[in-house]
């Protein structure tokens, strides 16, 4: 069971980004997938998950409106579109997993975690 994210990088302030999260070892059929950020001298925090199993979402008032979490089940991929970034969305952003319903963002909840991928937004 393995979650890998990708797509992180070097992006301007207004600026968008796509990272994304593939599965493999699993189908994410009945898992939820959440999106945490940590920023440098900070703890980790939970930013939008969604359930596979009803495509229900959750997203932190930080990044509503400017975020949009999906899931391409085909692929076994969930994606995080970030649109008009901050410099204070610097940060590594990880993808994580647990199996069940609903969508929370308490960490403990999640069994897989991926490694992380950086986005910077910088001009």
């Known amino acids: 069971v393995q979650l890998q994210a990708s797509g992180g990088g070097l992006v301007q302030p207004g600026g968008s980004l796509r990272v994304s999260c593939v599965a493999s070892g699993f189908t994410l059929g009945y898992y939820a997938i959440g999106w945490f950020r940590q920023a440098p001298g900070e703890e980790r925090e939970g930013i939008s998950c969604?359930?596979?199993?009803?495509?229900?979402?959750y997203y932190v008032d930080s990044v509503k409106g400017r975020f949009t979490i999906s899931i391409d089940n085909a692929k076994n991929t969930v994606y995080l579109q970030m649109n008009s970034l901050r410099p204070e969305d610097t940060a590594v952003y990880y993808c994580?997993?647990?199996?069940?319903?609903?969508?929370?963002?308490?960490?403990?909840?999640?069994?897989?975690w991926g490694q992380g991928t950086l986005v910077t937004v910088s001009s």
């Open positions: 969604i359930s596979s199993s009803d495509g229900s979402t």
């Open positions: 994580a997993g647990y199996y069940g319903v609903g969508v929370v963002l308490t960490q403990s909840s999640y069994d897989y």
